[in-house]
């Protein structure tokens, strides 16, 4: 084709080669935000307890998720794309919450969601046996 030609060269389309660049960059990164949170809220209910998602106009940085667990106890989850940090008003948020004794956990991974789950039960199991002995249940 020469300078000038009438013949044009079409490109592919932009949409069609974002997708698929945006496929394969989520195949090596790890798993997107939405498929961390599913899995999560799958797992939790699955022990009986409640995931809720966490919307508040009034109060910016709150955790994705509430979970709320037997005897009482109570859980916060980010979750972020793997590779993706907290921002920092989140972060703050987060420092509050466990300067009032909440366990936060910022979940990224499926190995990060599996840890937070294993700490959670364990967090359940004590209350529970701690329970017993005080002769409660």
Avoid: N
């Avoid at 496929?23 to 997107?32: I, K, L, M, Q, Y």
């Avoid at 809220?41 to 667990?69: F, M, N, T, Y």
């Amino acid at each position: 084709m020469q300078l000038g030609s009438t013949d044009t060269y079409t490109h592919p389309p932009k949409r069609a080669y974002r997708k698929s660049l945006a496929r394969a960059s989520h195949t090596v990164t790890g798993e997107s935000e939405k498929v961390l949170e599913a899995k999560l809220r799958k797992e939790v209910e699955s022990h009986g307890w409640l995931a809720l998602k966490l919307l508040s106009q009034l109060h910016r940085g709150l955790p994705d998720r509430l979970i709320l667990a037997e005897y009482g106890i109570a859980f916060f989850a980010e979750i972020k794309t793997t590779g993706k940090k907290p921002t920092r008003l989140q972060k703050h948020c987060h420092e509050l919450l466990r300067k009032l004794g909440f366990q936060v956990f910022v979940i990224d991974t499926t190995d990060g969601l599996e840890t937070a789950l294993a700490l959670m039960d364990r967090a359940v199991i004590a209350e529970r046996i701690r329970r017993e002995e005080l002769g409660e249940l």
